[in-house]
């Protein structure tokens, strides 16, 4: 690759990749290859191998959310410079090229089914591994109260509750692909007829993405196991228990406010 100094020095504004989806995949699939074109200024300490410069600024993009490819980068191949030359604007010591790859992403739609293994469970939600790297949350709200029920698990330093068979052991001790993951403490959702823990034998969970989150280039899931995941009553269900909590809490304030001025009477 050649460099061509241009005098005029004008800004250069940083572009967004543009995608293309390769016709061998679905739109609606999981994993998603797609044709990227990419503009990026080089450091001048890669001047004589740029090359090895724009793979360095590709492999920091692995394994985080990219909002123009939609989805989590996984991999990227066939890199390509668009231009022979490279410019450098008026004293800019950086090296401004266009490149075009393929990037392999992790682009869960909302809508799509997915399957996760639980690794947490809390009266307010459960918490899944998908991949057993990205994040899901399934909310309180978006579990069937009338299949699942939430069991506490046994009091902490209680010696009623605290002594457990070496079988409830070991079934609370669930391996996830090597790792191994404790649900003795703070209890598990089960279903209301059978008491079969929620989730398969390993663990694995199906569920509806209903929304994503992203953070710090961190996309996490949102996930539902209603049969409608979609419908108004839920976000009704969730509103309405926000509203039990906090009037749960003001009659709790308010009574011991009373309690406070018949003392100081």
């Not at 967004?16 to 990419?38: C, G, I, M, R, T």
């Not at 800019?92 to 089914?113: E, M, N, Q, Y």
């Not at 639980?118 to 309180?140: G, K, M, W």
């Not at 899931?221 to 509203?243: A, C, N, W, Y």
């Amino acid at each position: 690759m050649t460099i061509k100094r241009k005098d005029s020095a004008s800004n250069v504004s940083s572009q967004h990749p543009h995608k293309k989806l390769k016709e061998a995949l679905s739109p609606d699939a999981e994993f998603q290859v797609v044709n990227a074109n990419l503009t990026l200024s080089i450091p001048p300490v890669f001047a004589t191998n740029p090359r090895a410069g724009v793979e360095e600024m590709l492999d920091s993009m692995i394994m985080r959310y990219s909002h123009a490819l939609q989805g989590v980068v996984l991999s990227h191949s066939n890199l390509k410079f668009v231009d022979k030359v490279a410019q450098v604007l008026g004293d800019c010591p950086f090296l401004i090229c266009k490149i075009a790859f393929d990037a392999t992403v992790w682009s869960p739609r909302v809508g799509s089914s997915l399957s996760g293994k639980v690794n947490l469970c809390s009266p307010d939600h459960v918490s899944l591994l998908v991949h057993r790297t990205f994040n899901v949350s399934i909310p309180r709200h978006h579990i069937p109260a009338e299949t699942w029920e939430f069991e506490y698990g046994p009091a902490e330093n209680d010696p009623e509750f605290s002594k457990t068979t070496e079988r409830e052991e070991v079934e609370n001790v669930v391996e996830n692909d090597g790792q191994e993951i404790d649900h003795s403490s703070g209890g598990k959702w089960v279903h209301r007829v059978t008491g079969e823990r929620l989730g398969d034998k390993e663990g694995l969970l199906e569920f509806t993405v209903i929304g994503l989150t992203v953070a710090n280039e961190m996309l996490s899931l949102l996930g539902s196991l209603q049969p409608d995941p979609f419908s108004e009553r839920h976000r009704v269900l969730k509103e309405k228990g926000e509203e039990v909590g906090g009037s749960e809490g003001e009659s709790e304030g308010e009574s011991e406010s009373g309690e406070s001025e018949s003392e100081s009477e």
